[in-house]
């Protein structure tokens, strides 16, 4: 079962910065924070980062490895892959949807 | 810095101050970090969403992609970097030449240790590149400039700014795959610190400061110091900081 990321709020669109970030392999909080500021252009807070990493290892979506030198990286669970995918999908569609629209209007 | 930390419940701090700490000193918070903190306080105590339980499995030091591509490398590396002591053995005892003008070691038999032991350090570059985020386009710029200094380098050794030109793509390429998580600092760190002392070696000698060494060979010393090039890249490549995960399967279709 594919638990969404819209019940989690302002947490929403990090989390999914998060899970995309993770889907790489393995990174700890620093790393993702510059990953999710080189895939979008925003950059992440501290304080956002951790909300949204602490949800989303809550739900099973992501989990936490042993730390390195005090840095502790997650990776992406099962379930965080399915969500994931669920939610690239989601926005796969929406975008073909808005570019046909468009196009029809064009003509 | 802890006092912004304090802000969260204590439940929170048991579970994630430490790395929270250690990511605040990597990256110390601007204004708007510091704000983005006190919400994310007011959220944690808000919404509590600790999870206490954390995972046991440890990092197992498996490489990246293609893991015994990623190995061999390090292994082609580290003899790289043997080679690289033998080439220097090699070129300090080679006669001294006096022209009349001034005298130099010959080196001439140095070279094909020389040009190998670069090569397989561009092997280990390749293989760092490989393994940073397709993201960073500052480490894949500076592998490329690197490779590219380095091969020119391994054919033309007097060529000394080809030599300067890859060691400080090759720094930038540590720096990065450690900020990014793929090696671990303390790599990047000795890595540096080598190209430094060899660049504080050739700058004392080239401001008059008399090394202990004869005059022709300070030039050994200052490459001897770059030795760790090659075995700080062999010990990233043949134990990552952090692996790449396994595939992940979704349990509830296990």
Same mark, same amino acid.
Not at chain 1, 85 to 100: H, I, M, S
Not at chain 2, 124 to 143: C, D, E, I, K
Not at chain 2, 148 to 162: K, N, R, S
Not at chain 2, 219 to 235: D, G, K, R
């Given at each position: 079962?594919?638990?969404?990321?819209?019940?989690?709020?302002?947490?929403?669109? +990090?989390?999914?910065?998060?899970?995309? /970030?993770? /889907?790489?392999? +393995?990174?700890?909080?620093? *790393?993702?924070?510059?990953?999710? @500021?080189?895939? /979008?252009?925003?950059?992440?807070? +501290?304080?956002?980062?951790?909300? *949204?990493?602490?949800?989303?290892?809550?739900?099973?979506?992501?989990? *936490?490895?042993?730390?390195? @030198?005090?840095?502790?990286?997650?990776?992406?669970?099962?379930?965080?892959?399915?969500?994931?995918?669920?939610?690239?999908?989601?926005?796969?569609?929406?975008?073909?949807?808005?570019?046909?629209?468009?196009?029809?209007?064009?003509? | 810095?802890?006092?912004?930390?304090?802000?969260?419940?204590?439940?929170?701090?048991?579970?994630?101050?430490?790395?929270f700490l250690a990511l605040l000193s990597e990256r110390p918070p601007d204004p708007l970090d510091r704000i983005d903190i006190v919400r994310g306080a007011i959220d944690a105590r808000l919404n509590p969403q600790v999870c206490p339980r954390l995972s046991p499995k440890p990092l197992e030091p498996?490489?990246?992609?293609?893991?015994?591509?990623?190995?061999?490398?390090?292994?082609? =590396?580290?003899? !790289? !970097?043997?080679?690289?002591?033998?080439?220097?053995?090699?070129?300090?005892?080679?006669?001294?030449?006096?022209?009349? $003008?001034?005298?130099?070691?010959?080196? !001439?038999?140095?070279?094909?240790?020389?040009?190998?032991?670069?090569? $397989?350090?561009?092997?280990?570059?390749?293989?760092?590149?490989?393994?940073?985020?397709? =993201?960073?386009?500052?480490?894949? =710029?500076?592998?490329?400039?690197?490779?590219?200094?380095?091969?020119?380098?391994?054919?033309?050794?007097?060529?000394?700014?080809? !030599?300067?030109?890859?060691?400080?793509?090759?720094?930038?390429?540590?720096?990065?795959?450690?900020?990014?998580?793929?090696?671990?600092?303390?790599?990047?760190?000795?890595?540096?610190?080598?190209?430094?002392?060899?660049?504080?070696?050739?700058?004392?000698?080239?401001?008059?400061?008399?090394?202990?060494?004869? %005059?022709?060979?300070?030039?050994?010393?200052?490459?001897?110091?770059?030795?760790?090039?090659?075995?700080? =890249?062999?010990?990233?490549?043949?134990?990552?900081?952090?692996?790449?995960? %396994?595939?992940?399967?979704?349990?509830?279709?296990?």
């Amino acid at each position: 079962m594919t638990q969404g990321l819209p019940e989690l709020g302002r947490f929403a669109e +990090p989390s999914l910065y998060i899970l995309l /970030s993770l /889907s790489e392999g +393995p990174k700890h909080g620093y *790393a993702i924070m510059a990953d999710v @500021e080189a895939i /979008s252009g925003i950059p992440l807070g +501290p304080g956002t980062l951790y909300g *949204a990493l602490a949800r989303l290892e809550q739900r099973g979506m992501i989990e *936490a490895l042993e730390p390195v @030198e005090r840095r502790r990286p997650y990776r992406l669970t099962g379930l965080g892959a399915t969500t994931l995918k669920a939610q690239l999908d989601g926005l796969a569609g929406f975008a073909r949807t808005g570019l046909e629209r468009l196009r029809e209007t064009a003509r | 810095m802890t006092r912004l930390v304090a802000l969260y419940p204590r439940t929170w701090r048991d579970r994630y101050e430490d790395e929270f700490l250690a990511l605040l000193s990597e990256r110390p918070p601007d204004p708007l970090d510091r704000i983005d903190i006190v919400r994310g306080a007011i959220d944690a105590r808000l919404n509590p969403q600790v999870c206490p339980r954390l995972s046991p499995k440890p990092l197992e030091p498996l490489p990246y992609n293609g893991p015994w591509s990623i190995r061999r490398a390090g292994i082609l =590396t580290l003899i !790289g !970097g043997l080679i690289w002591l033998a080439t220097m053995g090699i070129a300090v005892n080679g006669p001294i030449v006096r022209d009349g $003008l001034h005298a130099y070691r010959d080196v !001439g038999a140095a070279m094909a240790t020389f040009l190998l032991s670069v090569a $397989l350090l561009l092997v280990g570059l390749w293989a760092v590149a490989a393994t940073v985020p397709s =993201t960073s386009r500052v480490a894949r =710029t500076a592998a490329l400039i690197a490779g590219l200094a380095g091969m020119l380098w391994a054919f033309a050794p007097w060529m000394v700014v080809f !030599g300067a030109v890859m060691c400080l793509g090759l720094a930038i390429l540590a720096i990065e795959a450690s900020r990014t998580g793929r090696w671990r600092r303390s790599d990047a760190a000795i890595l540096v610190a080598g190209i430094a002392a060899a660049v504080a070696v050739a700058a004392a000698a080239v401001a008059g400061i008399k090394p202990p060494v004869s %005059e022709p060979d300070v030039q050994f010393v200052a490459l001897l110091m770059l030795a760790p090039l090659w075995f700080a =890249t062999a010990h990233a490549l043949l134990r990552p900081a952090i692996p790449v995960a %396994e595939p992940a399967r979704d349990p509830s279709t296990a």
